[in-house]
């Protein structure tokens, strides 16, 4: 089936640091979403890419969704320690009875 | 506005037992989902539906039962609770039918099975 990798799974970071993360499907995607989860609370809804290698920017995160609509990329200019939680890429393919699919996340801390 | 409603937030269950979570939305969506949360494991899809009446197994269905009578209500049941079960669970809701849209989650419910 569908697999959604994100490696690492840990990452710790120098406040101020640029932070750059990974998602790669083992299958071609329709779309790729990103979440946020901060300690304690429920996934957040950050962005969605559909178009082969397409850029959107939200303030200092930068999202990519790949040439061949396989892989993605997250990356934080400048981290905060606001920043801090766990960022979940899910993919979606295309066809009949697609599913998101999650990849296990990447949690991020920041040393101020 | 109230988007998407867990309870409960909070339950410890015996071995056994039987227990329903409730998950329900405002927002008119007619796509709804559950998840389990475990560490080191992600988000994994329990159950879906994608309207009034129908429902479809995701990932992970085994030893859960849902059902959709309205397009607000989505409930999971646990029939015979497991220690395997013990799991953070989320309720997702998406306005797309094919969830291919933006998904609000619940506030998560955690349970422990002794």
Redesign the interface.
């Known amino acids: 089936?569908q697999q959604v990798m994100?490696i690492p799974?840990y990452q710790h970071v120098q406040e101020g640091e640029d932070f750059t993360t990974y998602c790669n499907s083992s299958t071609t995607l329709?779309?790729i979403?990103w979440?946020k989860q901060r300690p304690g609370?429920?996934?957040?809804?950050l962005i969605?890419l559909v178009k082969s290698g397409e850029v959107k920017k939200q303030k200092r995160l930068t999202f990519q969704f790949g040439e061949a609509k396989k892989n993605s990329s997250l990356h934080i200019t400048a981290t905060q320690t606001t920043d801090v939680g766990t960022y979940?890429c899910?993919g979606?393919t295309t066809g009949a009875?697609?599913?998101?699919?999650?990849?296990?996340?990447i949690t991020l801390s920041v040393r101020p | 506005n109230a988007g998407v409603t867990q309870t409960p937030k909070f339950q410890v269950l015996k071995t056994g037992q039987s227990m329903t979570l409730q998950c329900a939305q405002d927002m008119n969506h007619e796509y709804m989902s559950w998840y389990r949360q475990d560490p080191g494991m992600g988000l994994r899809l329990i159950h879906y539906s994608v309207g009034a009446g129908i429902t479809d197994q995701g990932e992970v269905p085994n030893g859960y039962n849902v059902s959709r009578s309205t397009t607000e209500d989505f409930p999971l049941r646990l029939l015979s609770a497991a220690p395997s079960q013990t799991s953070v669970y989320f309720c997702a809701s998406s306005y797309s039918e094919e969830g291919a849209g933006e998904l609000f989650f619940g506030e998560g419910s955690r349970l422990t099975v002794l």
């Open positions: 089936g994100q799974q329709s779309n979403q979440y609370g429920h996934p957040v809804f969605q979940f899910a979606e009875n697609s599913k998101l699919t999650f990849g296990k996340g």
